[in-house]
């Protein structure tokens, strides 16, 4: 995977449009309703701020503290490279959907100061599932092919 801070760069914002859009299509169909042609186009809309604020936490924060984690919880060298790919994918998921979920309700969601913890711990639950399932299973490998194409080893 990324071996360069340049390629970690393109990665980053690669991974950071395909999450991000369908976490807002996701979001977007749970508040309207339903999930409909117009959920796309709607999502559009969204996808330019959330996208900064997700590669910004993700590029200068969370990347690097989830591998630090990572690695504490199993060792590169011994470990198969798919099993370390799942847990720092999970990782992230476990500190960026909190937090993109809080921006979400705050930009978004808001009805009020007094309703901003509620919102966000419901907005929190509901994505979780779907951000981790999207990571895990459709996202991270539709990113890492893409990036394998690109940055073709040689």
């Known amino acids: 995977m990324p071996k360069t801070r340049f ?21 977007t169909a749970l508040n309207t309703g339903g999930l409909t042609n117009a959920t796309f186009i709607m999502a559009f809309k969204e996808l330019p701020i959330m996208g900064i604020i997700a590669f910004l936490l993700e590029f200068f ?7 630090k984690i990572a690695f504490k919880l199993v060792d590169p060298k011994t470990e198969k490279p798919i099993i370390i790919t799942v847990i720092t994918s999970a990782i992230i998921v476990c500190f960026m959907c909190p937090i993109m979920s809080f921006i979400g309700s705050i930009l978004f969601g808001f009805t009020g100061i007094e309703n901003i913890f509620s ?28 990036f394998r194409c690109i940055f073709k080893e040689k």
């Open 7 to 27: 390629q970690d760069f393109i990665f980053t914002i690669i991974m950071v449009i395909v999450m991000v859009y369908a976490m807002i299509c996701y979001n």
């Open 119 to 146: 919102t966000w711990i419901k907005t929190s639950i509901l994505n979780f599932p779907m951000a981790l399932c999207w990571q895990i299973f459709y996202a991270g490998p539709f990113v890492r092919f893409l």
């Open 61 to 67: 924060l969370i990347g690097n503290l989830a591998k």
